[in-house]
Every structure is written in structure tokens, then in C-alpha cells.
């Protein structure tokens, strides 16, 4: 199982970005995917997660109307559409994966069995 996350950079307050998880080596409509930030110093928090199979969709609520999570299983890959983004959404975004759905304690990132490297999202005037 391995996973790469990517599409993170520098945006201006109010942009958008689109980050990328590329999963390999197993069956994505079979997992859920979690997303997770880390801003230096600070706890990682969980962002969003979509559930295997229907693809249920979670949000913190921080992010809720902002963000928007999907998956394209032909691409084994999900997305993560970050629009009208601020300050505070600075961080080191990660994807994370074991199988099943998310529940109601999907942001709990120790539950997670696997993960991708972080890509860095800066939002800076």
C-alpha cells in the first residue's frame, strides 16, 4: 500500500489549491482516505474523509463549505478541493488509508494504518 500526496504550493488568501493522493497497491473503492494537517507545533488534526464504497464524505468543521473531497477509482486517486483558503489553513497536508469507512471517529489519524508523505500548503498574502 502506498500513497502520494501532491498539489500543495504557495496561494494568496481567498485562492485555491488542489491536492492529490495517488494510492497504489490495493483496491482504493475498498479503503477510506483520510486527510490530515500538521502546522508546525501544533497537533495533526483531521480534515476530511471519504468512505470506502458510497463514498461518504466528512469534514472538520474549520474547513466545512471550503473544502471539498472526492475520488476518482478509475485514477486511484482522490482529491481534495481547497477553495477560499486563509492563513490558518497553512500547514503540511497528508493522506492516510486503511480499509473500510470513515465513521464517526475519523479523525482519529492513529487509526490509520498507512500514509503518504505531506505536501506543503502556504497561504500568504
Known amino acids: 500500500v502506498q500513497l502520494q500526496a501532491s498539489g500543495g504550493g504557495l496561494v494568496q488568501p481567498g485562492g485555491s489549491l488542489r491536492l492529490s493522493c495517488a494510492a497504489s497497491?490495493?483496491?482504493?473503492?475498498?479503503?477510506?482516505i483520510g486527510w490530515f494537517r500538521q502546522a508546525p507545533g501544533k497537533e495533526r488534526q483531521g480534515v476530511s474523509c471519504i468512505s470506502a464504497r458510497e463514498g461518504t464524505t466528512y469534514y472538520a468543521e474549520s474547513v466545512k463549505g471550503r473544502f471539498t473531497v472526492s475520488r476518482d477509482n478509475a485514477k486511484n486517486t482522490v482529491y481534495l478541493q481547497m477553495n477560499s483558503l486563509k492563513p490558518e489553513d497553512t500547514a503540511a497536508y497528508y493522506c492516510?488509508?486503511?480499509?473500510?469507512?470513515?465513521?464517526?471517529?475519523?479523525?482519529?489519524?492513529?487509526?490509520?494504518?498507512?500514509w503518504g508523505q505531506g505536501t506543503l500548503v502556504t497561504v500568504s498574502s
Open positions: 492516510a488509508t486503511d480499509p473500510g469507512w470513515c465513521g464517526r471517529t475519523w479523525y482519529v489519524w492513529r487509526a490509520y494504518d498507512y
Open positions: 497497491g490495493f483496491t482504493l473503492d475498498l479503503y477510506r
